[in-house]
């Protein structure tokens, strides 16, 4: 089924996402995590793409194992910075294939290896190059990435609503957001995107921290920023791992429960293959989530 359908025929949409494991793990790996999310009966399950296309293979695998196996509908994360056109039609041609119909396009973080080799010139330069070529194909719903704090690279608000209105009116269905802390900033965002005319769901990525070092390499990579409430509750428990992933659990909880009280599109969870952890947030909010379902 295609997500853009979902998000017309329901409200909110949950989904999860996972990654797929290191080449150098076997593939069974995964199948746990997925046994551990399967009865939660999110509407979708995305799976991640590793930078410079390290998991491409195991992506595709791991979303037709969802879809066909699980019965799960399933997003698939492409890339396109270090790709050559012939390289993403080829995984075009490999998702069609195995029946997968939802694409996220996203530029990709750029490749750790040093000697990593471009295209020169490059074949892709924004995340809207590549969604003009999956949408010429006109067989996948496709979704994108945005950025309720702002783009790490763009520091003028406008200017990168700007550019997401371009990646948008390229053919954009439905828009995740990247992680955040702090609700009324992803309100606002949703006030900015109305001025700017971006008329597509969006949909609140939202992620349970359960230890510093994860909160500490988050904020290097990203413009998240923490709330006083949050720092309070890292700096009390930061020495109590157990502890301190109860908290970022209710956290989260708490997040959502805001977030579904405000009439959201939908929840994305960044499970970090932890399906444990999604599965108490889940279940926190088990009555909530049936009331507005109704």
């Known amino acids: 089924m295609l997500i853009k359908d979902i998000f017309a025929t329901k409200k909110p949409v949950i989904s999860f996402e996972i990654f797929p494991p290191k080449k150098d793990s ?50 698939a994360h492409l890339t396109c910075i270090a790709a050559t056109k012939q390289e993403i039609e080829g995984i075009l041609n490999s998702l069609k294939d195995n029946g997968i119909e939802n694409i996220l396009a996203l530029r990709g973080d750029l490749p750790q290896d040093p000697d990593f080799k471009f295209p020169d010139p490059l074949h892709y330069q924004y995340a809207k190059d590549l969604i003009l070529h999956i949408q010429s194909l006109g067989s996948f719903s496709v979704g994108a990435a945005c950025y309720p704090e702002g783009h790490l690279e763009c520091d003028d608000i406008e ?69 006083k409430k949050f720092i309070r509750i890292m700096e009390r428990y930061e020495h109590n791992p157990e502890a301190l992933k109860e908290a970022g659990i209710a956290y989260a909880t708490e997040q959502i429960i805001d977030l579904l009280s405000w009439g959201v599109d939908g929840i994305h969870i960044y499970t970090m293959n932890r399906p444990e952890v999604t599965r108490k947030i889940v279940e926190n909010m088990s009555t909530i989530r049936s009331v507005i379902s109704t």
């Open 159 to 227: 200017k990168d609503l700007s550019y997401l209105k371009q990646k948008v009116d390229t053919g954009v269905d439905f828009l995740i957001t990247q992680l955040f802390f702090d609700n009324e900033i992803f309100y606002e965002f949703l006030d900015h995107m109305a001025r700017a005319r971006i008329n597509v769901p969006v949909t609140a990525g939202i992620m349970p921290v359960l230890n510093r070092k994860q909160i500490e390499r988050i904020t290097s990579l990203c413009k998240a920023s923490l709330t």
């Open 26 to 75: 076997p593939i069974e790996t995964i199948y746990n995590t997925i046994e551990g999310l399967k009865d939660l009966k999110p509407d979708f399950i995305s799976v991640t793409y590793g930078a410079g296309g390290s998991t491409t293979n195991r992506t595709v695998e791991i979303a037709s194992l969802i879809k066909h196996k699980y019965g799960l509908e399933a997003l």
